[in-house]
């Protein structure tokens, strides 16, 4: 089982091979997940950072997702504990985080940011790793 954040389902949107390279892995995420990599790709496309003819695609593959959401009993008082450990301010990482600890499992990201942040639990990771 392989948590991911908003970021991986973004990029497994908009990428080549979508979610296939992660095909042998068994996802979950947190139920912020799907909001947040829908409110990514519209700024995206807003911005015109992605041409128009890969919003379809990347909506198909955001609603096929083959991501489990998942909200076990006690996430938020997880995510709310690991905000404060790492003095995080808002909670959207931290539940990540906390979904990762809770099934005992690594978490993937692409955001550097969380990485360095949580890097001494030793379960958050990059592409790389995995």
Known sequence: MLAVDANIVVDCCLSGPGFDLLGRHDLVAPPLARPEALSALHEMAWRREIPADMIDLALDRLDGAPVKIVEPKGLAREAWRIAEQFGWKKTYDAEYVAL?????????????????GAARLGFVVGPRDI
């Not at 600890?101 to 360095?116: E, F, K, W």
């Open 100 to 116: 990762a600890r809770l099934l005992d499992c690594r978490l993937l990201t692409i955001d550097g940011r969380l990485r360095r």
